[in-house]
């Protein structure tokens, strides 16, 4: 083509076009941010000293969240949060114990001990990861990394068949059933008898660690002075219902499913060779695509519930958080994609004196990106953590809201 013929095409025709596109795409950047920056986050918690507390010393909740543009809706938040902090979080070197369980099993137990003494240095994080997570999930990662570096002494329980580790009986993990975490609970008490001890639950961790908090174990041993939930699926039975619910989501679900199912194949001949009365099939579980097909195959049977939505009844915490009597911290966002904002019980915590969701209008499902920039290790969900944890933790904070 004539060369001329170029410069002039680029002068008449490309440069406006580029021009145009440019403009159009700042206005859209532009009031996308707008729209959001008249949303804040809300907080539901009963008004009194918690509430007054969580106010003056937790500035992140009177924060207006702005998530990143990569966040423009929860199920793209979801994903690509999960893609970035892969990119940019540094594996995490724990030092490893195996714990043996009272029935035999094993499972890993994953600990990052504090660099230098300080107040900090004191105080143990316990860690619960999401439904198919281990100590190198991504959020986790993260998580470690930035409570390592203000000096706070972390351990992540693997449940059993993750983090590496094989199983040695059928018996996996439930979001109910407390059994492993109390074992964890006391041997991490053993190690450090002095150290309070906090939990963080992600998503299903939340779930478990909720379950926690609400049971006789903790009311009579009082294990943890405080717990963090965060994307805790506060209706269990919707949140599968969710995941099932779009062509994005099902793909997610099928995902999930997958990491599910690759814990029964890795150890078919463990499961298989003890299965007595069961009636597993390795068959149907192989084939699972859902996370409902996995626990109506596989999970209830492990822990004997006689349906699947007897299991998820269970595991939701919507109508017993009155049994939590230590402080507890909820982060919840209105466009988490296994969530409806109807199924977060804002009303029970607006009648709860020591529990409080933070509720955002983004942020996705433990997603929380919020700089323009994603390729950065500090978020909201991060600040939140470590400004709390500061304060609740010092001077024994925790102590002043617990309720009786
Ligand atoms: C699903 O999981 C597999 C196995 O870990 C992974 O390789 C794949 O990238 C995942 N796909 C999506 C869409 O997340
Ligand atoms: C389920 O029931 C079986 C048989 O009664 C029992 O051996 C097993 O311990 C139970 N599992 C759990 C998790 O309670």
């Known amino acids: 083509m004539d060369r001329l013929l170029i410069v002039r095409l680029a002068r008449n025709a490309v440069l406006p076009l580029a021009y145009i596109i440019f403009t159009a795409a700042a206005f859209v950047i532009a009031g996308y941010f707008l729209a959001l920056k008249t949303q804040s986050s809300m907080l539901f918690c009963k008004d009194g000293n918690f509430k007054q507390f969580l106010i003056k010393k937790v500035p992140v909740v009177r924060e207006k969240y702005l998530p990143s543009i990569c966040g423009f809706n929860g199920y793209a938040h979801t994903v690509l949060a999960t893609l970035f902090r892969d990119i940019i979080t540094p594996t995490v070197v724990y030092d490893r114990e195996i714990l043996t369980l009272n029935d035999g099993g094993e499972l890993a137990v ?59 009986t059928a018996r996996t993990y439930s979001a109910t059933n407390i059994e492993d975490l109390t074992e964890v609970l006391k041997h991490v008490k053993s190690k450090r008898p002095n150290s309070p001890i906090a939990g963080i639950g992600f998503s299903m961790g939340g779930t478990l660690l909720g379950t926690f908090l609400m ?9 943890l002075v405080t717990g963090i939930l965060i994307s805790v699926p506060w209706n269990v039975k919707q949140a599968c219902k969710n995941a099932e619910g779009s062509w994005l989501m099902r793909k997610m679900g099928k995902n999930l499913s997958h990491h599910l199912r690759s814990v029964v194949v890795k150890n078919k001949d463990v499961i298989f060779k003890q299965d007595n009365d069961r009636s597993l099939d390795y068959n149907i579980i192989k084939r699972c695509n859902t996370i409902r097909e996995f626990d109506t195959a596989y999970t209830i049977k492990i822990f004997n519930y006689t349906n699947v939505y007897h299991y998820y009844e269970d ?30 019980p804002v009303n029970e915590a607006d009648n709860h004196g020591n529990l409080a969701i933070l509720v955002t209008s983004g942020g996705g499902h433990v ?37 009786l």
């Open 367 to 403: 997603g929380y990106l919020d700089t323009f920039w994603p390729f950065t290790n500090n978020n909201f969900m991060l600040k939140l953590i470590q400004q709390y944890f500061d304060a609740i933790m010092v001077d024994k904070n925790y102590e002043k809201f617990v309720s």
């Open 110 to 168: 994953d600990w990052l001990y504090p660099k230098y003494k300080g107040p900090q240095s004191l105080v143990t994080v316990l860690i619960l990861t999401g439904l198919t997570g281990d100590s190198q999930s991504e959020y986790v990662r993260e998580t470690v990394n930035e409570l390592f570096e203000k000096g706070y002494c972390c351990v992540v329980l693997n449940y059993r068949g993750r983090g590496g580790v094989k199983l040695k």
């Open 315 to 344: 595991a939701t915490l919507s109508n017993k958080l009155h049994l939590i009597n230590v402080p507890c911290l909820c982060l919840s966002a209105a466009d988490d994609p296994f969530l409806y904002f109807r199924d977060i």
């Open 215 to 223: 049971s006789s174990e903790q009311e009579k041993n009082k294990h």
